[in-house]
């Protein structure tokens, strides 16, 4: 009647398009997430198959589950280690946990 409304000014209109701005944040999280989290992951997982590829009849190895042997046997799926004198057990290749330098179980025995 005698007060008439009073409407808020409507905001400007932004531009429709592709903001770079605020895509930025994501691109820099992502670059950060593989420098450190992927790419050292893949290094690792490089080098664990060249030393599992590697491993030949004679070498000295330790399993993921602590049994430290010497391979007798050397297949392209199987290990057969020799764990002590006449006692052989058969291991697969991914069960290794890290190839030991030579005389390191008479060390230990």
């Given at each position: 009647?005698?007060?008439s409304p009073a409407?808020a000014?409507?905001?400007p209109a932004q531009?429709?398009?592709?903001?770079?701005?605020?895509?930025l944040?994501?691109?820099?999280?992502?670059?950060l997430?593989?420098?450190?989290?992927?790419?050292p992951?893949q290094?690792r997982m490089k080098e664990?198959?060249a030393?599992?590829?590697a491993?030949?009849?004679g070498d000295?190895?330790?399993?993921?589950?602590?049994?430290?042997?010497r391979?007798?046997?050397?297949?392209?799926?199987?290990?057969?280690?020799e764990?002590?004198?006449?006692?052989?057990i058969v291991?697969?290749r991914?069960?290794?946990?890290?190839?030991?330098?030579?005389?390191?179980?008479?060390?230990q025995r």
């Amino acid at each position: 009647m005698l007060i008439s409304p009073a409407y808020a000014a409507a905001a400007p209109a932004q531009p429709a398009g592709f903001d770079l701005m605020s895509f930025l944040p994501m691109v820099v999280i992502f670059v950060l997430f593989y420098f450190l989290m992927i790419r050292p992951q893949q290094k690792r997982m490089k080098e664990q198959k060249a030393m599992l590829d590697a491993i030949t009849k004679g070498d000295e190895v330790i399993s993921n589950g602590g049994v430290l042997g010497r391979v007798t046997k050397a297949g392209e799926q199987y290990l057969t280690i020799e764990i002590a004198d006449g006692v052989e057990i058969v291991l697969q290749r991914a069960a290794v946990a890290a190839k030991l330098e030579k005389g390191t179980i008479k060390a230990q025995r």
